[in-house]
């Protein structure tokens, strides 16, 4: 049996405030973003995936985005301001901050690890995103392991 939550809701609310809101243009930046995600994520996961698995994954992410900091247990600013993107995290302290990414690194399995991994990908800018293709994927990561 099929949950239809339209049928609950009156006509009124459906016609006049949700249709006109799926008819509304969204940014391009958005569009762009939404794009940038699918196809560079694909484009990583097959790489890693194929050669390694997600939990180096998840590690060069981490250490992409907290790159002189990576072996501490401070965040660098970038890290941080990187997770402030997220509504949630917005207007949290920097102690909560710096538990929650020091929890991320604990011993999981490879679905948490996917999950963490998509999460803070998903707070990278497609600029970023590129960046971390190109350093790790493309240069292989050389550089930044010295």
């Known amino acids: 049996m099929e949950n239809n939550v339209a049928q609950y809701l009156p006509y009124y609310l459906i016609h006049r405030c949700i249709i006109p809101y799926t008819y509304e243009l969204q940014p391009k930046q958005l569009l762009r973003d939404i794009r940038s995600f699918f196809t560079d994520y694909a484009l990583v996961e097959n790489t890693y995936y194929t050669m390694y698995n997600s939990s180096i994954l998840f590690t060069d992410l981490v250490r992409y985005c907290n790159p002189k900091h990576r072996f501490s247990q401070t965040l660098s600013p970038k890290y941080t301001e990187m997770l402030r993107r997220h509504s949630s995290l917005t207007f949290q302290t920097d102690e909560y901050i710096q ?6 690194r604990t011993d999981v399995g490879p679905r948490v690890y996917s999950r963490r991994t998509r999460f803070l990908w998903g707070l990278l800018t497609p600029e970023e995103r590129t960046e971390f293709i190109n350093t ?11």
């Open 99 to 104: 538990q929650l990414a020091l929890h991320n």
């Open 136 to 146: 790790y994927i493309l240069e292989d990561g050389t550089d930044t392991l010295v």
